[in-house]
């Protein structure tokens, strides 16, 4: 049976993760952390450092980079801060669009 393409960044992150039960979880964190990331993005009109993530959220320097580890582990490389700057301009859009739209719904920009 072959699997179908992701479509949401939930399901590209869970697939990423192994895509199993026991993977749902570390793919439900990431896709987490990927949205505070643009959040945080979005707000400085740029890719955000570590610690200027780590200082809008209100966590430890060390969370950060742990946040960002777990980030990389399943997009290696330049796939990062390019995921996050195409997070943050579809949040974009989609939060001028109304209050309820579901971030984790967001359309794959990579695959």
């Not at 049976?1 to 960044?9: I, N, S």
């Not at 993005?41 to 960002?68: F, K, M, N, P, V």
Request: glycine share 8%; hydrophobic share 40%.
């Amino acid at each position: 049976m072959t699997r179908r393409p992701a479509r949401t960044l939930l399901e590209l992150c869970v697939g990423r993760a192994g895509g199993n039960v026991r993977a749902s979880w570390k793919g439900l964190k990431v896709c987490e952390y990927l949205i505070e990331w643009a959040i945080v993005s979005q707000h400085y009109g740029r890719y955000a450092s570590t610690t200027e993530y780590a200082d809008w959220w209100g966590i430890d320097l060390r969370t950060g980079w742990r946040h960002r580890a777990a980030i990389r582990d399943l997009f290696p490389g330049d796939e990062f801060p390019l995921l996050v700057d195409a997070i943050a301009e579809q949040m974009t859009a989609r939060l001028a669009a109304g209050p309820r739209r579901r971030l984790h719904e967001l359309t794959v920009p990579l695959a």
